[in-house]
Nanobody, 116 residues
Framework: QVQVVESGGGLVQPGGSLTLSCTASGIVLSDYYVNWYRQVPGQQRERVATIDYSSTNTYYPDSVKGRFSVSRDNTEQTVSLQMTSLKPEDTAVYYC?????????WGQGTQVTVSS
């Protein structure tokens, strides 16, 4: 059984930083591209970062470009999302989404709240 676990969420002040981590059991995470998504209640899930197998290619939408950075450690089988210069509008539940071809997995998410 595949289990994806996000961690590192919490409450942070505007302008602050937070790093989220993603681990997985039941799959070899380094065999998967990984997306990070976020979702606010009542809104569609938004992709905020993607990283390929070897960290050669990454993707960020304009809303987070220059502030978020995705990385992976294939030895440790982890994927991280470093978030800086956080804004109140970054408040959401953040999800890790490993995927390969038709195989897609989701964690339960971790809450990030940006507030003073």
């Amino acid at each position: 059984q595949v289990q994806v676990v996000e961690s590192g969420g919490g409450l942070v002040q505007p302008g602050g930083s937070l790093t989220l981590s993603c681990t997985a059991s039941g799959i070899v995470l380094s065999d998967y591209y990984v997306n990070w998504y976020r979702q606010v209640p009542g809104q569609q899930r938004e992709r905020v970062a993607t990283i390929d197998y070897s960290s050669t290619n990454t993707y960020y939408p304009d809303s987070v470009k220059g502030r978020f950075s995705v990385s992976r450690d294939n030895t440790e089988q982890t994927v991280s999302l470093q978030m800086t210069s956080l804004k109140p509008e970054d408040t959401a539940v953040y999800y890790c989404n490993p995927y390969r071809a038709t195989y897609k997995y989701w964690g339960q998410g971790t809450q990030v709240t940006v507030s003073s």
